[in-house]
């Protein structure tokens, strides 16, 4: 009886030295490294839940990749809602600071991106809460790269880094008179 406690014993402290070590990696981890998230809605449309509302992709998304707050045109990413700091939105990168862009509902019709700014749209358009509805998005409020689909298995891909060919850069002010 006595060796079975201290077997008992023996385990409780090793698996509670594990646990302090173990959890504060993976909080670590999720936290700066990687974690996965659901994406529901139609905004990003086809390109995630091309399904409608019967399936949601569930997807990987990379914090390390915009640590530095380099994302290129085309990235699919997540960001805090600018309208709703408790929501996290995703969206894809059209232009970047210093770009001019032709927008789709905007107030204005052209908007040159300003310094510390992108300018981010849902892939579904009309259909989509995106810088059309809230202007150029702070480099601050990004939040991570989604980098590839992980849910269902069938859909299991890389994501691409790709502009639709409809949102094209302008590519001059001259443009836009």
């Known amino acids: 009886m006595a060796q079975s406690q ?11 030295k594990g646990f302090f070590v173990a959890v504060p990696v993976a909080v670590t981890f999720l936290d700066r490294v990687a974690c996965v998230a659901r994406v529901e809605g139609a905004s990003m449309q086809p390109s995630l839940n091309p399904g409608g509302s019967q399936s949601s992709d569930v997807v990987l998304l990379n914090h390390w990749k ?46 040159k991106v300003p310094r510390g ?5 849902g892939d579904h358009h009309g259909h989509s809460f995106d810088s059309n509805s809230f202007g150029p998005v702070s480099l601050g409020l990004l939040h991570a790269h989604a980098t590839h689909i992980l849910w269902p298995p069938k859909r299991w891909q890389k994501l691409e880094s790709v502009l639709p060919p409809e949102r094209l850069l302008v590519q001059s002010e001259e443009d836009c008179l």
């Open 6 to 16: 201290g077997w008992v014993r023996r385990y409780f402290k090793a698996f509670c």
């Open 66 to 111: 915009v640590r530095n707050f380099e994302v290129q045109r085309g990235d699919i990413v997540s960001l805090v809602s600018p309208k709703n700091p408790e929501q996290k939105i995703i969206k894809r990168v059209i232009a970047l600071e210093g770009d001019i862009v032709k927008t789709m509902g905007h107030k204005n019709r052209y908007v």
């Open 117 to 121: 700014h992108i300018w981010v749209e």
